[in-house]
């Protein structure tokens, strides 16, 4: 079995996922957004040969998306990296049919590397559908490498794509050609008639060796540096350099190359390609009329994300029911089993009321998830990051920071990531400091109780809505104030692809929120877990046999049930007060004592550094095991008797603000590249956070109440 | 002096002259935006900070600080 390895490389968009997806059928993600597929991915597949009974191991490297091999962006650097200096046998270079022109810009590029490739002319289909024929054996042609039409949506042409990778594998060498300007391939033509005459003995072709001595690259200079050729050599170079710079009117050979690809690039793409004209307009560009409209496209964005979130606690709300009688039922039978010992609290009141407050959540999370899919694969969010650049941009930020933002919305963890995209330190920094002002999935749990306990279903979603706004506002703000006084410096241009409209595939849909519910889930079950019985444990202990028996015998005292039961009440919530979570939260209660929060409110916020799941599963503990009677009235009714308004309003502007979770800040330091940028970040947030809830537990006090 | 700003929403054109550093020049080249190309304008954002513009078979979008760089002439309908 020989094992090949291909290179796999194209502009954004083009279908380079949905293609490798196409030929193996593994399971990748296909984004429509550039910065999707920052890491490169890789997959196998078996190939045999049967008329030379040879088998096939092919590897196919999926790099990231790249316009051409610039360092401008991170994605670019990574492709470009790979193709110089990594060890592969073969480029794929998948190329958009419906945009020859600009695709084969990067073609050009790629050719010049001199590397073995097969060109796969991607979206035929479509590029029929929009009037556009392309003479692929043409291309071949011109280009010197196999041209393959397919069609990852049809599966056309991928068989074919197979072969030709094997066959251009086989091959000793390369066939591919440029061909550029009279005036270069004059130059180069006097410099390979030197080498010819003088028989110069070389390992790679004399035109290449022409041609990167007239691009002045430095490794070639070297090697011939120490040749006796060198002295003959050099004033003809000079003297073709002197006609080149003559001839273009500038000294800058990278610009001069460039412009040399984009000519060949330009004249490939109109010998081989005929487009039949058409008045009519494109599907793109009547979406486009409507959603990028100067004036009703914030408002339609805007109403789009509140139907999102209505979504979010509209239809989650159903399952959550369900789940949380589940959880209760199940807890009931763990007492049952376990006994009401310490076995029997454990599991009951520590796993599974911790772990089932956070699965309850669950159907949320997932609709939040699909609709930012939606965004993402339809092609809106390049559409967003357009119609809220010119906002976005005065306060600091750059269009393209709406992705990593909203995303932030999910999950800070990719978040955080996903700021990647942007090019320039500064707005990246800006960008990853005021992700965390973007309420994640996480934080939800802990809104939709407070919420639900405070207000009525039907103004519970538009409460909801209001929360996740004012977090984003206040991070706008934030960003506003770090970018006069922090992040200084110039600004990223805006330069960006808007891609066509595209109907999201069910199959990337059920991927992204099957994956993010195995996550959820996981986490549920491992940290959440382990963070419930340690809350339970810190709960719980240490015990205080002499008090308990005095309560008891005070309790046996009396003949009154009522009192019996106030007792009782007294006695867990004094357990309670003096356990290590008890002191913990007394300790530092002073810190949140000016925001209206009790020790308890306190220890639920301290343990949500950890994660901010752990809040709601921390006050399930907390507030379950003071309940006096038996039948639970629900975590929510609890907070409700036990919490005031004010109070919890001020609970809520702190958990908008205040760090993510321990996962979220690991990631945080890595992209923001150190710990001291998470120890500003941990000084900012927390000081915004107090003094915001310090402000709004004042302003709630004054007019709630 | 003319910039795409000068446009409205429909309006075809050709790029001039672009007065940007290498890397921009570059960058925007890779989505072929250089002189000589021809254009339309699709949309304008609000205060037309940014605008949508068709350059060959693709759509690409631009802030008002790159607008200010590019340097444009418009093309009459029936010419282009």
New interface residues.
């Given amino acids: 079995m020989q094992k090949i390895v291909v290179a796999l490389v194209g502009q954004p968009n083009v279908g380079k996922s949905s293609l490798i997806n196409a030929i193996s059928d593994a399971k990748l993600k296909v984004g429509n957004f550039s910065g999707v597929t920052v890491e490169k991915t890789e997959v196998v597949f078996n190939y045999c040969d049967e008329v030379k009974c040879q088998d096939y191991e092919v590897h196919i490297i999926d790099l990231p998306g790249a316009y051409s091999l610039n360092d401008y962006t991170i994605e670019e650097r990574v492709t470009k990296n790979f193709i110089e200096k990594e060890d592969y046998d073969l480029i794929v270079n998948v190329v958009d049919a419906t945009n020859l022109e600009r695709n084969l810009l990067l073609t050009t590029e790629l050719l010049e590397t001199g590397r073995k490739m097969v060109i796969a002319l991607n979206m035929m289909d479509e590029a029929e559908k929009e009037g556009i024929k392309i003479d692929a054996e043409q291309l071949s042609e011109i280009l010197g490498v196999p041209c393959v039409p397919t069609s990852a949506s049809t599966k056309e042409g991928i068989k074919a794509l197979e072969e030709a990778i094997v066959e251009v594998y086989r091959k000793p060498t390369t066939g591919s050609k440029i061909v550029y300007s009279d005036v270069i391939e004059e130059e180069i033509a006097k410099i390979v008639k030197f080498f010819e005459e003088k028989k110069f003995t070389c390992k790679i072709p004399y035109k290449k060796v022409a041609v990167k001595l007239l691009k002045e690259d430095k490794d070639i200079y070297q090697y011939l540096h120490d040749q006796p050729i060198w002295i003959e050599l050099l004033p003809i170079i000079r003297e073709a350099l002197n006609h080149i710079y003559i001839h273009y009117g500038t000294k800058d050979l990278d610009e001069i190359f460039e412009d040399e690809r984009l000519a060949f690039a330009r004249g490939a793409a109109l010998e081989v390609m005929t487009v039949e004209k058409r008045k009519e307009k494109t599907l793109t560009e009547k979406i486009d009329d409507i959603l990028i409209n100067k004036y009703f496209g914030i408002p339609i964005f805007l109403f789009l994300m509140w139907g999102l979130f209505q979504l979010t606690f509209e239809f989650g709300a159903i399952p959550m029911d369900y789940i949380d009688q589940f959880f209760t039922a199940l807890a009931d039978k763990a007492k049952d089993i376990f006994g009401n010992g310490e076995l029997g609290s454990v599991i009951s009141d520590g796993m599974i009321s911790g772990v089932g407050a956070v699965i309850m959540f669950l159907p949320n999370i997932l609709i939040l998830f699909l609709g930012i899919a939606l965004l993402e694969t339809t092609g809106y969010m390049s559409r967003v990051s357009f119609l809220l650049d010119g906002f976005f941009h005065k306060f600091g930020l750059h269009g393209k920071s709406f992705i990593p933002l909203v995303t932030g919305f999910g999950c800070s963890v990719p978040a955080y990531m996903a700021a990647r995209t942007l090019k320039n330190e500064k707005d990246r920094l800006l960008t990853l400091f005021i992700i965390g002002f973007m309420s994640c999935g996480a934080r939800l749990p802990i809104y939709v109780l407070f919420t639900a306990a405070f207000f009525a279903q039907d103004v519970a979603g538009n409460m909801l809505f209001l929360i996740y706004l004012t977090g984003a506002m206040i991070g706008l703000f934030a960003a506003k104030i770090l970018n006069v006084l922090v992040f200084k410096g110039e600004d990223e241009p805006f330069v960006m692809e808007m891609p066509k409209y595209r109907w999201p595939s069910l199959r990337l849909l059920w991927h992204t929120v099957y994956s993010q519910a195995l996550m959820y889930l996981q986490k549920a079950g491992t940290f959440i877990l382990a963070a419930s019985v340690l809350v339970w444990f810190a709960s719980n202990y240490p015990k205080y046999p002499e008090l308990e028996k005095a309560y008891h015998t005070k309790i046996e005292q009396t003949t009154e049930s009522a009192k019996k039961a106030e007792l009782e009440h007294q006695l867990q919530a004094k357990l309670l007060e003096e356990s290590y979570l008890g002191k913990i939260g007394k300790a530092t209660e002073p810190f949140f004592a000016p925001l209206g929060m009790d020790w308890r409110l306190s220890v639920a916020l301290e343990a949500g550094l950890a994660a901010k799941e752990v809040v709601v599963s921390t006050m399930g503990v907390l507030y379950s095991l003071g309940e006096t009677d038996e039948t639970s009235e629900g975590l929510k009714n609890q907070i409700r008797k036990n919490i005031p308004l004010p109070t919890a309003i001020a609970f809520i502007v702190f958990v908008m603000i205040y760090l993510p979770c321990f996962a979220a800040s690991a990631v945080f330091t890595r992209e923001a590249g150190g710990v001291k940028y998470l120890v500003y970040l941990f000084i900012f947030t927390t000081t915004t956070a107090w003094v915001l809830s310090f402000i709004a537990y004042k302003l709630a006090g004054v007019f709630l109440t | 002096m003319m910039h795409i700003y000068h446009l409205k929403k429909g309006d075809k054109g050709k790029i001039v002259k672009i007065n940007a550093g290498?890397?921009?020049?570059?960058?925007?080249?890779?989505?072929?935006?250089?002189p000589g190309v021809e254009f339309e304008v699709?949309?304008?954002?609000?205060?037309k900070?940014?605008v949508?513009l068709q350059v060959?078979?693709?759509?690409?979008?631009?802030?008002?600080?790159?607008m200010d760089k590019i340097e444009v002439e418009r093309l009459d309908h029936e010419e282009a």
């Fill in positions: 290498k890397t921009l020049k570059a960058r925007m080249k890779s989505f072929g935006i250089y699709k949309a304008f954002s609000l205060g900070n940014n949508e060959g078979r693709s759509l690409v979008a631009l802030r008002k600080g790159e």
